[in-house]
């Protein structure tokens, strides 16, 4: 069975910072493109791309925390990570972890992502 589990998520002061774990079990995920998305608070409840990681290792931002997040993955410990530095209250979300099966350098779209962890929440106050 396939499992991504999510973790890191608390509650912080903007400005701070905090590194966001996502543990994949059930198989090896060294050649999927792995992602982070993000869910903010409202009705909508759509998924927001954060930052993404190819099997060669490219990454890929959206411009609101290009220069503050960092994506990385540890092959060996079957594990991706987002270092969000300098947090803003508008980064204030539900933090999901993505795999897709794919080894294009860069996967962006939700629709394109097989396995899903199971979320945790962040929350930035001014």
């Known amino acids: 069975q396939v499992r991504l589990i999510a973790s890191g998520g608390a509650s912080v002061r903007a400005g701070d910072s905090l590194r966001l774990s996502c543990a994949a079990s059930g198989r090896t995920f060294s050649s999927f493109a792995m992602a982070w998305f993000r869910q903010t608070p409202g009705p909508e409840r759509t998924r927001e791309f954060v930052a993404a990681v190819s099997w060669k290792n490219n990454t890929n931002y959206i411009d609101s925390v290009n220069g503050r997040f960092v994506i990385s993955r540890s092959i060996g410990e079957n594990t991706v990570y987002l270092q969000m530095n300098s947090l803003k209250p508008w980064d204030t979300a539900i933090y999901f972890c993505?795999?897709?099966?794919?080894?294009?350098?860069?996967?962006?779209?939700?629709?394109?992502?097989?396995?899903w962890g199971q979320g945790t929440r962040v929350t930035v106050s001014s």
């Open positions: 993505a795999a897709a099966l794919s080894t294009e350098d860069f996967v962006g779209p939700s629709t394109r992502y097989n396995y």
